[in-house]
């Protein structure tokens, strides 16, 4: 298994960041979605021991899944530390059963803040994937804000 970092500076507050992951109408925005997608679900009990499911609706031709369909990604919250840490177990079953785990750590930088994603357990044929993808969330969360 492999593990991956990216990070991303914010204009924003360490708080403001952070609860953009727990709330759900912050984080249907830009959690697991593409430009093309749609989430049809996002449920998140935004407590240690709570679990999220979000479902990220594709159309057909999308680059993972052909035919298009839903995708469905769920974990579970290990540490909620606000506004400094977030670690969730995290999976998309669909496509492989493996749950890995994801550690969002966020520090004050000037008037904004530094977020790192560390994403532990990754199976080596999904790491380029994984790491593009979440650039791109961490893009979108931007965005969203």
């Not at 966020?106 to 380029?128: F, K, N, Q, R, Y």
Request: glycine content about 8%; overall charge negative.
């Amino acid at each position: 298994m492999a593990e991956l970092s990216v990070t991303h500076r914010y204009p924003f507050p360490a708080e403001r960041v952070f609860d953009a992951w727990l709330d759900p109408k912050m984080a249907r925005r830009f959690l697991f979605t593409t430009p093309e997608g749609e989430v049809v679900r996002c449920d998140i009990d935004a407590r240690v021991g709570g679990r999220f499911t979000i479902v990220d609706r594709r159309p057909p031709g999308d680059e993972h899944m052909a035919e298009g369909g839903d995708i469905e990604h769920v974990g579970e919250y290990l540490e909620i530390d606000r506004p400094r840490r977030l670690v969730f177990t995290f999976g998309v079953p669909q496509f492989d059963p493996t749950m890995t785990r994801v550690t969002v750590q966020i520090s004050a930088d000037g008037d904004g803040c530094l977020l790192t994603l560390t994403h532990e357990d990754v199976p080596p044929e999904w790491v380029e994937q994984d790491r593009e993808g979440w650039t791109k969330i961490l893009a979108g969360l931007e965005r969203g804000l």
